[in-house]
């Protein structure tokens, strides 16, 4: 069974910074693409960051391009994201799960999120 436990989110002024983390398990992580997205209140979830399943390439929405930077750790299962000079519109619920197409992101298995407030 699919989980995901994100964490390290909190409260952070406009300009700061937070390492968000996510551990998974029960499926083979080494092979898969992952991603990090979001949902901003009153707002549809939207992909952020993707990394492939060696880590060599990432990609990145343009709103948080330059400034958050996706790693994986494959020994431990943990994908990471490195958010600096963090925005009141990166305000939003943060969860990781596998790269997927958007048109099976309802059917997918979520993990609780970690919620990021930037705000002064």
């Known amino acids: 069974q699919v989980q995901l436990v994100e964490s390290g989110g909190g409260l952070v002024q406009p300009g700061g910074s937070l390492r968000l983390s996510c551990a998974a398990s029960?499926?083979?992580?080494?092979?898969?693409?992952m991603s990090w997205y979001r949902q901003a209140p009153g707002k549809e979830r939207e992909s952020v960051a993707d990394?492939?399943?060696?880590?060599?390439?990432?990609n990145y929405a343009d709103s948080v391009k330059g400034r958050f930077t996706i790693s994986r750790d494959n020994a431990k299962n943990t994908v990471y994201l490195q958010m600096n000079s963090l925005k009141p519109e990166d305000t939003a619920v943060y969860y990781c799960?596998?790269?997927?197409?958007?048109?099976?992101?309802?059917?997918?298995?979520w993990g609780q999120g970690t919620r990021v407030t930037v705000s002064s």
């Open positions: 990394i492939t399943s060696d880590g060599g390439s990432t």
């Open positions: 029960g499926f083979t992580f080494r092979v898969f693409a």
């Open positions: 799960n596998k790269r997927m197409l958007k048109a099976i992101w309802g059917y997918a298995s």
